[in-house]
Nanobody
């Protein structure tokens, strides 16, 4: 089994910064990609940023230039540095691991974190 622990959410004023962390533990051989999604009240969950095992990143247009995703593969941890926060960034942020394998030829599974609230006051 794989466990994800998210941290770093909170309340911040517009223009401020927060750093989210998501640490995975358990029987992990490899992780294909790690990402952050968010869901605001009344809206669908959306991709914020994603990073592959090779370091390729992609971002939602709304956060480009303000957010930076990174990963520490040795620690199975993904980070999201959020700068110049806006009120529209307020949401519950979820980390997601894509295709987690416990052995080289085992099947891969996706896992979601429990979510962490980010509130940006204007």
């Amino acid at each position: 089994q794989v466990q994800l622990v998210e941290s770093g959410g909170g309340l911040v004023q517009a223009g401020g910064s927060l750093r989210l962390s998501c640490a995975a533990s358990g029987n992990i051989f490899s992780i294909n990609a790690m990402g952050w999604y968010r869901q605001a009240p009344g809206k669908q969950r959306e991709l914020v940023a994603r990073i592959t095992s090779s370091g390729f990143t992609n971002y939602a247009d709304s956060v480009k230039g303000r957010f930076t995703i990174s990963r520490d593969s040795a620690k199975n941890t993904v980070y999201l540095q959020m700068n110049s926060l806006k009120s529209e960034d307020t949401a519950v942020y979820y980390c997601k691991l894509d295709q987690v394998r416990k052995a080289l030829y085992s099947s891969g599974y996706d896992y979601w974190g429990q979510g962490t609230q980010v509130t940006v006051s204007s």
